[in-house]
């Protein structure tokens, strides 16, 4: 099984790449398990949905 520490470099690093199979699947096994990674998962899609937002502030004016 994969540390904590693994996990959440795989899950910055799905922001830049596509991840393999083996880790896509070591990704949820770890997911089912772990109580902190899953929330860190949804930080970081919360970081990247705001980001997404403050580039495109202003931009309909």
Known sequence: MRTCKE????????????LSALDKMRLRIHMAMCKACPTFERQMFTMRHAMKQWRNYGSDD
């Open 7 to 18: 996990v959440t470099a795989l899950v910055v690093a799905r922001e830049d790449r596509e």
